[in-house]
């Protein structure tokens, strides 16, 4: 069975919005495909459609840029890009760390942060990430370009706001970290996964002016419920104590009293990834206090 008929490979936002305005929810955006001809190859989740529009060479989506305290990456921008970028590594560490840990490097030199957050699944490295540094996400979406927080785009396990064939993700925005703010993320991987994580989990703290309080913290553990969501009981027991290992400790125990994850069949009983909140929550936000207070990060665990 043939799986689309035309490919497509505009050079302008306006071309591929006309393009899929042509195709009346005929056609199908790809971006690097690698989570795309997997289903389509698996018959998941994947019709035959008319066309393919590919996105990947249009260059207001492949562009990393600061403005003024502002990060914005295009959809198009690869697992790879992030990585490489000073930008990012210097105020979004954690993005880093989650991107660099994507697939092995065939698959992060071309798979895009729009793919892992258009594909809409609870534990995407990425979206953990996105989740924490509280972005918005820029769509093409009922005929409009809007912006909206990255959290709305996801209705359930592989079903996002988006349209398929109607709707564009454009890219993303978030603020950079600043004075006695950091990020920091790891996940725990079965030893020969390739995919998602058991679990993953993404922290930002602000510290108070002394560096001996947490002054906010925002912290994206997943997968716990069908879509990614900010822990926030958990971060208001944060508020307000002191930032050393004793509240961190005790945090992170409370952690597991209240966020309650599933068993999946392929990855972890239930009981495990409790365990694992609590390693997880100790582990990152360690790091981003200890970066929070030296202003220097050096990501962890990224891949080459
Ligand atoms: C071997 C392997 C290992 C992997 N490991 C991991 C991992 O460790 N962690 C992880 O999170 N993921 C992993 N993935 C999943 C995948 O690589 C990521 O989710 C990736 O970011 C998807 O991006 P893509 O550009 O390839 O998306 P595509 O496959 O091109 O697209 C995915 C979906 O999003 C839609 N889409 C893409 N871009 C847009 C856009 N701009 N606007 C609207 N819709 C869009 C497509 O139509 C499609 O439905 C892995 C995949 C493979 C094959």
Redesign the pocket.
């Known amino acids: 069975m043939k799986l689309w008929n035309h490919y497509h490979v505009p050079q302008t936002i306006d071309e591929a919005l006309h393009l899929l305005e042509s195709y009346a929810g005929q056609a199908?955006?790809?971006?690097?495909?690698?989570?795309?001809?997997?289903?389509a190859r698996a018959e998941v989740?994947f019709e035959p459609h008319e066309a393919l529009i590919d996105?990947?060479h249009i260059p207001e989506?492949l562009n990393i840029q600061e403005e003024g305290d502002m990060i914005y990456i295009g959809?198009?921008v690869?697992?790879s890009a992030i990585v490489k970028s000073q930008i990012i590594v210097d105020s979004a560490t954690c993005l880093v760390e989650?991107c660099g840990?994507?697939?092995?490097p065939?698959?992060r030199n071309?798979?895009?942060?729009?793919?892992?957050?258009?594909?809409?699944?609870p534990?995407?490295?990425?979206?953990t990430s996105l989740v924490a540094l509280d972005a918005d996400v820029e769509?093409f979406y009922e005929g409009q370009r809007r912006w909206l927080p990255v959290c709305d785009v996801f209705l359930g396990p592989g079903r996002?706001l988006?349209q398929?064939g109607r709707?564009?993700?454009?890219g993303f925005r978030f603020k950079k970290c600043g004075q006695g703010e950091a990020t920091a993320f790891k996940r725990i991987?079965r030893p020969q996964?390739?995919?998602?994580?058991i679990m993953g989990c993404a922290v930002w703290v602000k510290l108070d002016l002394a560096f001996a309080h947490f002054e906010s913290v925002r912290i994206s553990i997943a997968p716990i419920g069908p879509k990614p969501a900010r822990a926030v009981e958990v971060e208001n027991e944060l508020v307000g104590k002191a930032a050393n290992g004793d509240t961190i400790e005790s945090v992170a125990a409370f952690a597991q009293t209240v966020l309650h994850p599933r068993t999946s069949k392929y990855r972890a009983t239930e009981d495990y990834r409790s365990e694992m909140i609590r390693v997880l929550l100790r582990r990152t936000l360690t790091l981003a206090t200890e970066r929070a207070r030296t202003g220097t990060a050096v990501p962890e665990g990224v891949g080459v």
């Open positions: 199908r955006i790809v971006a690097g495909g690698t989570d795309l001809l997997v289903d989740a996105i990947t989506l959809a198009g690869t697992h989650s840990v994507v697939g092995g065939q698959v071309v798979a895009t942060l729009g793919g892992n957050v258009a594909h809409a699944l534990a995407g490295d990425g979206t769509v996002s988006l398929t709707d564009l993700l454009l991987m996964g390739v995919a998602l994580p």
